[in-house]
C-alpha cells in the first residue's frame, strides 16, 4: 500500500479570554473600561460596531462541495462493488483511510489490482460533497458508460425498467438497488435527463450501478418500438390508470415505465406502452415516492415471471 498523507497546516494564536482583567483600562474619569478606537471594550468581549473585514478575514464554507461529485464513488458498498467490477481493471484512483485499507488488504477486497492511498478521514471529506457519507473508503473513477440497448433486450425475457425523465440520484439509485434485488434484467434511461452513475446516485443504489447493467438512449420512445420489434410488452405506471398492476401484468417479457414524481410518464412515452396501470391503494392517499412504486411494481412483476 502507498501512503498519500495530506497535511492540514492552520495558523493559530491565543484568543483573548473573553471577561479578562488584564485588558480592562479606565477612561480619563475612572468610570470604565476605556473604549477602543472601534468602537468597543478593549477588553475582548462582543463589539457592537466591529470594524469592516477585509476580504481575506471574511468567513470562508466549509470545504467539500459539488467539485467533480460525477467523478467519484464513495462509500463501503459502491466502492467495493466497483473493486470487484471487471470492467473498473486498471482505472481509477482507490483512496482509504488506515482501517478500511487493512481491510481491503487483508480480505482481498481489490481483486483487479488497485492499490490503496492511504488518506485521513477529514482530508478525505474535504475531496467529496459536502454531507458525503464515505465510511472511509472513496474511488475516483470516471462514471460508467453503459451498454447497448440490444445487450440487455435481446432475447426477450424477465423485466427490464425504464426511467422517463428521473433526475434525483437518490430516486434513481434506490430503484437500481430495486432492480437488481428483484432480479430486473437492466434499466433503460434517456441520456440527456439522466444523473451520472455516481457520487449520490452510486451510494443510494449500495453498488447496485455496478452490477446491473444500464442502457443510455436517446429517444425513449424509439427505444420502446425497438423493444417491441424485440417481443417486449411495456407497461406504463399511472395513479390515475384504469387497470392495476396485478390486472396489467403477465409472464411475458415486460418493461416498467416509471416517470417522474412531478409530471408522470409523458404523453408520447405513455402512447407507446401497451397498457398504463396503477398500484391500488385502499388507504385512499397516494404516499408512496418513485422509487418506493418502482419498488412494488418490481415487486408484482417478478411475482408474475415466476407464476405466482
Known amino acids: 500500500m502507498s501512503r498519500n498523507p495530506e497535511r492540514n497546516d492552520r495558523k493559530?494564536?491565543?484568543?483573548?479570554?473573553?471577561?479578562?482583567?488584564?485588558?480592562?483600562?479606565?477612561?480619563?474619569?475612572?468610570?470604565?473600561?476605556?473604549?477602543?478606537?472601534?468602537?468597543?471594550?478593549?477588553?475582548?468581549?462582543?463589539?457592537p460596531n466591529p470594524p469592516a473585514r477585509s476580504a481575506d478575514s471574511a468567513p470562508r464554507p466549509p470545504r467539500g462541495g459539488k467539485a467533480d461529485a460525477d467523478n467519484f464513488v464513495w462509500g463501503r458498498h459502491p466502492v467495493l462493488a466497483a473493486l470487484a467490477n471487471p470492467a473498473r481493471k486498471g482505472m481509477g484512483r482507490l483512496l482509504a483511510t488506515a482501517d478500511r485499507a487493512a481491510e481491503i488488504e487483508k480480505d482481498r477486497l481489490a481483486p483487479h489490482g488497485h492499490k490503496v492511498e492511504i488518506i485521513d478521514a477529514v482530508a478525505l471529506a474535504r475531496m467529496l460533497p459536502a454531507g458525503a457519507v464515505?465510511?472511509?473508503?472513496?474511488?475516483?473513477?470516471q462514471p460508467l458508460e453503459g451498454?447497448?440497448?440490444?445487450?440487455?433486450?435481446?432475447?426477450?425475457s424477465g423485466v427490464i425498467v425504464m426511467l422517463d425523465q428521473l433526475t434525483d440520484p437518490q430516486n434513481v439509485g434506490a430503484i437500481f438497488r430495486s432492480a437488481l434485488a428483484f432480479g430486473a434484467k437492466g434499466i433503460v434511461v434517456q441520456d440527456r435527463h439522466s444523473p451520472a452513475l455516481a457520487g449520490a446516485l452510486a451510494k443510494a443504489s449500495a453498488g447496485a450501478t455496478e452490477r446491473l447493467p444500464c442502457a443510455r438512449v436517446t429517444n425513449l420512445s424509439r427505444a420502446l418500438e425497438r423493444l417491441a420489434d424485440l417481443g417486449w410488452r411495456a407497461v406504463g405506471l399511472d395513479g390515475a390508470a384504469e387497470q392495476t398492476l396485478d390486472q396489467a401484468l403477465d409472464a411475458r417479457p415486460t418493461v416498467l415505465v416509471v416517470g417522474s414524481e412531478g409530471d408522470g410518464v409523458r404523453r408520447l412515452v405513455a402512447e407507446h406502452c401497451d397498457v398504463m396501470?396503477?398500484?391500488?391503494?385502499?388507504?385512499?392517499?397516494?404516499?408512496?415516492?418513485?422509487?418506493?412504486?418502482?419498488?412494488?411494481a418490481l415487486y408484482e412483476a417478478a411475482r408474475k415471471q415466476a407464476g405466482t
Open 12 to 47: 493559530s494564536g491565543k484568543k483573548p479570554a473573553f471577561g479578562s482583567k488584564a485588558g480592562g483600562r479606565s477612561d480619563a474619569s475612572g468610570k470604565g473600561p476605556r473604549a477602543s478606537a472601534a468602537g468597543g471594550p478593549d477588553r475582548g468581549g462582543w463589539n
Open 134 to 141: 464515505h465510511q472511509g473508503l472513496a474511488f475516483k473513477v
Open 147 to 156: 451498454v447497448a440497448l440490444d445487450d440487455i433486450a435481446d432475447p426477450a
Open 277 to 296: 396501470a396503477k398500484i391500488p391503494m385502499p388507504g385512499g392517499f397516494e404516499s408512496l415516492n418513485v422509487s418506493n412504486a418502482a419498488a412494488v
